[in-house]
C-alpha cells in the first residue's frame, strides 16, 4: 500500500512540514500513555514501515532506529497515570500528543493525527492539524508516530515497571488487562502505577 497518498495531497496544496501523530497505551490498565510526533523527508523509503499493531517486537525496534535516524525532527512524551486519573483517558491523548507536537524541534505546518478525536472536554490539540481515521495504515509519517510511540512505552514498561514492581511481571503483558495481570492484581492488589480509573471493574468483583 502506498502510505504516502496523505502527505501528498496536502504537499499538493502547498503545505510543506506535515507531522504524524499517533499514541500508544490507551487501554492498559497501569502505566502511562505515550504519544510521538515525526516530520519525515518527503517519499522517504523505510522499508517494512506500517501500522505498528501490524508488526513484530522485533520489527518495531529496527524501525525505531531507521526512523529516528532519518526523520527531519520526532519527540515522544507521555501523560502519567495520575493525569490519566484526574482528567480521562481521552484528555490525556489528546495531552501527550500536544506535548509531542510541542517538544519537535521543527515547527510542523500541520500535523497528522490518528484517528477521529481532537479534544476532550479539557485538552484540545492546538497545533494546525487534520485527523485521519485509520491513519497508522495509511499515512508514512503516521506510521512512524505509532511506532515510535510503541516502541517508547514499551521500553518503559518493561524496564522501569518491571524492575520496579517485578511481581506484576510488567514485561510480559506491558500492562494490558491479561489474564495474567489479572491473577496478579488478585494476589498483590493495584501499586501506584495502576490507572484508579481503568479498575472499577475489578474492584467491584472483589466486593
Known sequence: MDLWIPERKYWNRGID???GVDEAGAGP???PVYAAAVILPREINIPGLDDSKKLTAVRREA?????TVQAVAWSVAFAAVEEIDEIDILNARMLAMQRAIGSLSVKPDLCLIDGNRDHGSRVAITASHVTL???DGKSASIAAAS???KVSRDRYISAELDARYPQYQFARHKGYGTKLHYEMLDRYGPCPVH???FL???????L
Not at 63 to 67: P, R, S
Open 133 to 135: 481515521v485509520g491513519g
Open 195 to 197: 490507572r484508579k480509573s
Open 63 to 67: 524501525l525505531y532506529e531507521a526512523i
Open 17 to 19: 512540514l506535515l507531522c
Open 29 to 31: 490498565l497501569a502505566g
Open 147 to 149: 511506532i515510535l510511540a
Open 200 to 206: 472499577k471493574k475489578w474492584e467491584a468483583r472483589r
